[in-house]
């Protein structure tokens, strides 16, 4: 999994911040956002609401599609008084993640919040989540068992 920020299209740069502030613990995310001094008055469009989603699965990622079960998230839309629209989804039951992340989204979509937010919140989390990632990597490499398979030739008994 690449930790490079996307820049070849608007698309591909949200996508890659809506994954960071989606995939954040929520501690994280509230920690981060405490650190924003300057923060935009806004409305909500749609209050953080919970929902389930159906979960689809592949085996082996090629195989035939099949329903796994269904997980609960948390939604949210908000309107900065600019104009600029946010969006979040989130695992879990958490309204508050799911409401800064909305804003956060937002602000990323201005001139005026983004070098700010970038680097204040986005880029935190994703170094966050690197690190998780790297530590993971570490761990299951220390358990890695290589197995050596000799063949003996014992001649005719």
């Known amino acids: 999994m690449s930790d490079h920020k996307p820049e070849e299209s608007p698309n591909a740069a949200r996508q890659h911040w809506m994954s960071v502030l989606?995939?954040?613990?929520?501690?994280?995310?509230v920690e981060a956002?405490?650190?924003?001094?300057q923060r935009?008055?806004?409305a909500a469009i749609r209050n953080p609401e919970l929902g389930l989603v159906l979960v689809r699965g592949r085996m082996g990622g090629a195989g035939d599609a099949f329903n796994l079960g269904e997980m609960t998230?948390?939604?949210?839309?908000i309107r900065l008084e600019s104009g600029e629209i946010g969006?979040?989804?989130?695992?879990g039951r958490n309204r508050g993640h799911a409401e800064i992340a909305a804003i956060v989204d937002a602000m990323m979509q201005s001139a005026e919040y983004r070098p700010l937010v970038e680097e204040t919140v986005i880029a935190r989390l994703a170094a966050l989540q690197s690190a998780r990632r790297e530590l993971a990597a570490r761990k299951a490499a220390a358990t890695?068992?290589?197995?050596?398979t000799m063949v003996r030739d014992r001649g005719p008994v």
């Open 73 to 77: 998230v948390t939604r949210a839309a």
């Open 87 to 91: 969006l979040s989804y989130v695992a």
């Open 22 to 29: 989606a995939k954040a613990k929520t501690e994280e995310v």
């Open 40 to 42: 935009p008055k806004y």
């Open 33 to 37: 956002w405490g650190e924003i001094g």
């Open 144 to 148: 890695r068992v290589d197995f050596l």
